[in-house]
Structures are given as structure tokens and as C-alpha cells.
């Protein structure tokens, strides 16, 4: 440990929802130090399952706050009983999930405030109004509806309230002992923030609760320096008197820093669920998605797309027509043609988030509706169906494939080869695989180095480009354009087809 204990660099920290993690990263941008703490297992004082409290309603999901507090403590005398050298860490930067911070505190799983939702939207002229205004509709979740209903269900606690933050610049706040501001990137996804002014919306404030502006702060962009640590940190655990402090962002943001995207980039997560990150210079906010202010550049920004039926969806139809085997499934993919000589697939065996619909639906070449198609044309049609989807709502976000756009692709289905030949084929753009384990320590980390070296003055990608590389995994096949030139269009009708159908509007 002697060793690796005298290499300068950076912290990057994760407070997420089951634990605490940190990494450090070397000079050379290399890892070389990780630990964790997880809230059931090594803090079962709270209570939590899962990191969180599920209350009685199943929509009001919490999470102690002092367990937060309490996490950051023992993971710090973890590293100092390893040998950790605090001495030699030049700045620390770190993510968190969105929420309020009060003593039992809200947190991404909640859905308690559809109420709050319909009047912030109303309040400023509908959804899509409140989209092109803040980057997305209202969303449960999202900070401004979880302060709207304190206010209005414990107004008394809510006048008490110093202070609003985050779980990312709450986090910050430990180190430096002060209040610290919320940044560009996490603040845009409060449904308070005008994305393009980078300021508060006081239309948004006004609606949601009184004096809420003084309670949050300015915010600032996401690579500033928002001071040192405190001197707690340097006396307990010699962090030296220097070491500054970046603002801390939300999770995703961090992890797109951790993926390196730059513009005109695309990652895909293929996991669970599916996640699309996308980097944007001009973004069209929706009704669906999210678009947020780009973690890593204030000028441009970043898209979010989550999308339900990701792996349980291939594992089933890996099931029903591979017979369980995966060899099977991508021999099914390598025997049929780009394009599936027309046949396309939706498969939601759960209520998808984009769009919304829920079963399964199959159209031949001549858009007629059938019940089922042969093994291998299913296996091709779930699979190009799910890239074509992202790849079309992507699309609805501002986004255009560019001559140097790149996927980066993670999660388990990011090992399957013959999967990342679909999704370079649909996208006409090469894939890459990237290894993100703890992306958004990592991330973070990186966003250190580059609040370090001047921030918006410094070129991301300057900071980064010593990094280890991903690895090219698939590009695009002959003809790929060609045979997805009809289909894509072909594929969003369908699907307006199938939400009207689902909606009982279709004449």
C-alpha cells in the first residue's frame, strides 16, 4: 500500500442510493484506490432496505440524512487505517442523487407528488412549456414538486429551512464546512432551472414555494472550484491545506464525464433498464426525456432517455426462441438481414417510459398487424426495434448522427457482439465498449482534475485524453444506411400508431 499511497491525484465520490464510494485517480488518470460503504450492511442502525425507507403509501420513498453524514465518516477512517495519504490529494469532486435535503429526505425512487406536478405545470403553461423552460416536464422525483409538497403539507418545517440543497452539493458542503451551490448540471434537474440562462426560473420558484431562491443559492457551473476543505479535514485526516474543492453534480452527469462523450457522442447502457446519454449542442426538450446542462461544458448540453424493457426483455425472448442460450440468440441476429425484410417488433412487457405503452406488437412488410413472427425474425425485431426506438427519441431531443459521432456502449449486453453490430448498424456509427465500473466516482474524479486546471477556460477533453481508450467493437455494416433509411420512419409511425390505439384516440 506504501506505494500506491504516495501517488497525487484526485477523489471522486458517489453518494448514491445503497451506499458511499470513492476512488482515487492518479496523474496519469489511472485508478488506484476504491472503497465503499453500504448503508444496510455497514450502517443497519437506519434500517434502510435497499439504502431507502419505503413508507405506507408506497409512494413516499426517504432516506436518513445522517446516514449520509455518518457513511462519509467511516469510509474516511477506512482509507486512513489503509494508509490512504490524504497529503497528496490535489482536489476532490463527487455526485449524488437528486433530492431535498431534510432529516428523512425524499429521493429518486419517490412518487408522492403528482399533485405538485400537475400545478408547477399548470402554473407556467403546460407541460411542454415547462420542458422548453427547464429541460423536462414535471417529474415526480424532481426537487421543485418534493419542495412544493413540504411546503404545502409542513409549511412550518418548510419557514424553518435555511437552506435547500441536493444530496450533491449537500455532500460538497461536508468538506468544505460551508454552504455550497448547486451546479448548472444537477440544478436542471429540479424542473427550477432555465436551462438556457442557467438561472433560476421565478416562474418555476413562485409556484412551488415563497422565498425558495434566498434558500437555494445561485447556482454556478458544474467545473467551478467552490473552495478548499475545511480545516476538520486537513487536522483529522491531512488533506493539505490547499486542497480545493469542485462542485459536485448528480450521478448521470458524472458518469457521461466518465464515458468521455464529446459532441455529436452517444452512450448507451444496456442493462435492466436502458439508458441513453447524449451530448447536444442545440437540444429540442419533449414531453419525454430529459435534457439537462452538459456536466463538462456549459455551453452545450446533455439528453437523458430511460427506457423500461432493456435486458429482462432480451433475456425472455432469448428464452422463448433461443432456447436460454445466447450462442443461439446471435446465431438468430447473424442469419438474418438488416432490416428484417420488413418486419418490425415492439416489446414492452412492462409499461414502457418512452413511449408509453405496454405489450407486445408485430407488423409484416405491409404494416399489418400479426400475432407472431418465426424465432429468428423475433430475435432480429426486438433487437432492432430497441435501437431503433433510441435512436428515433433520441432524434425528437435535438440529436443528428454526425460523420464523428461514436457509441459508447456498457452493461451487460454491451458483451454480445452481434447485438453491438445492430446498434452500429441502426445508428450508421461505430461502437465502442468502456469499462465504467463506479462511473460516477470516476467521473467525478476527472471533473476534479479539470475544475483544477481552470474549468471553463480548459477544454475537457485536453483534461481526459491521457485516459485509457475504449475499444472499437463494431462498425457499421455496407448497406446499413440503406436499410434503415425506410425503416426508421417506417417504425415511428407504428408506433404513433400503437400510442393511439393505446390511448383509445385512433379514428
Not at 419533449?286 to 437523458?304: K, R, S, T
Not at 491521457?466 to 407504428?494: D, H, M, V
Amino acid at each position: 500500500m506504501a506505494g500506491r499511497a504516495a501517488r497525487r491525484g484526485c477523489l471522486g465520490w458517489d453518494f448514491s442510493t445503497q451506499q458511499v464510494k470513492v476512488v482515487a485517480v492518479d496523474t496519469e488518470l489511472n485508478v488506484f484506490y476504491e472503497d465503499s460503504v453500504h448503508f444496510d450492511r455497514d450502517l443497519p442502525a437506519f434500517g434502510t432496505q435497499g439504502g431507502v425507507h419505503v413508507h405506507k403509501d408506497k409512494l413516499t420513498v426517504t432516506s436518513p440524512v445522517l446516514m449520509w453524514v455518518q457513511a462519509l465518516d467511516l469510509i474516511l477512517e477506512k482509507m486512513k487505517a489503509s494508509g490512504f495519504d490524504f497529503s497528496q490529494v490535489l482536489a476532490l469532486s463527487g455526485a449524488g442523487q437528486d433530492c431535498f435535503s431534510i432529516s428523512d429526505c425524499p429521493v429518486w425512487m419517490d412518487s408522492s407528488t403528482t399533485t405538485q406536478c400537475r400545478q408547477l405545470e399548470a402554473a407556467v403553461g403546460g407541460a411542454l412549456a415547462l420542458s422548453r423552460l427547464t429541460g423536462s416536464r414535471a417529474y415526480e422525483r424532481f426537487t421543485g414538486n418534493q419542495i412544493a409538497k413540504i411546503h404545502q403539507q409542513n409549511p412550518e418545517a418548510y419557514s424553518h429551512t435555511e437552506r435547500v440543497t441536493l444530496v450533491s452539493n449537500f455532500a460538497a458542503s461536508l468538506f468544505l464546512g460551508s454552504y455550497c451551490p448547486i451546479d448548472y448540471s444537477d440544478g436542471s434537474g429540479m424542473n427550477l432551472l432555465q436551462i438556457q440562462d442557467k438561472v433560476w426560473s421565478q416562474a418555476c420558484l413562485r409556484a412551488c414555494a415563497p422565498h425558495l431562491e434566498e434558500k437555494l443559492g445561485p447556482p454556478v457551473p458544474s467545473c467551478s472550484v467552490v473552495g478548499a476543505v475545511s480545516s476538520y479535514y486537513v487536522q483529522r485526516y491531512g488533506f493539505p491545506v490547499g486542497c480545493k474543492v469542485v462542485a459536485f453534480t448528480g450521478d448521470n452527469p458524472a458518469s457521461l464525464a466518465a464515458m468521455r462523450l464529446e459532441e455529436g457522442d452517444i452512450a448507451v447502457s444496456l442493462g435492466t433498464s436502458d439508458t441513453l446519454f447524449l451530448w447536444l449542442q442545440e437540444p429540442t426538450p419533449a414531453l419525454e426525456g430529459h435534457i439537462f446542462c452538459n456536466p463538462v461544458d456549459p455551453q452545450h448540453y446533455m439528453a437523458l432517455l430511460c427506457f423500461k424493457n432493456g435486458s429482462l426483455m432480451r433475456e425472455k425472448i432469448r428464452d422463448e426462441c433461443a432456447s436460454g442460450s445466447w450462442r443461439e440468440f446471435s446465431k438468430a441476429l447473424r442469419s438474418t438481414e438488416m432490416g428484417n425484410s420488413g418486419s418490425v417488433g415492439f416489446y414492452f412487457d412492462v409499461m414502457e417510459i418512452t413511449p408509453e405503452i405496454c405489450g407486445r406488437h408485430r407488423f409484416n412488410a405491409g404494416n399489418a398487424e400479426v400475432s407472431a413472427f418465426p424465432g429468428d425474425v423475433e430475435i432480429r425485431a426486438l433487437i432492432e426495434g430497441q435501437f431503433m426506438a433510441k435512436r428515433i427519441h433520441a432524434e425528437g431531443l435535438g440529436y443528428r448522427v454526425m460523420p464523428k459521432t461514436k457509441i459508447l456502449a456498457t452493461g451487460g449486453a454491451s458483451h454480445n457482439k452481434d447485438i453491438l453490430q445492430v446498434l452500429a448498424d441502426v445508428f450508421g456509427a461505430p461502437v465502442y465498449v468502456t469499462d465504467t465500473a463506479n462511473s460516477a466516482c470516476v467521473g467525478s474524479a476527472y471533473r476534479a482534475f479539470h475544475g483544477l486546471a481552470g474549468g471553463t477556460g480548459m477544454a475537457f477533453s485536453d483534461i481526459v485524453k491521457i485516459a485509457p481508450n475504449p475499444k472499437l467493437a463494431a462498425t457499421p455494416s455496407p448497406g446499413a444506411s440503406q436499410a434503415y433509411e425506410a425503416l426508421l420512419p417506417r417504425y415511428a409511425e407504428l408506433e404513433r400508431r400503437i400510442l393511439s390505439q393505446a390511448l383509445g384516440t385512433l379514428e
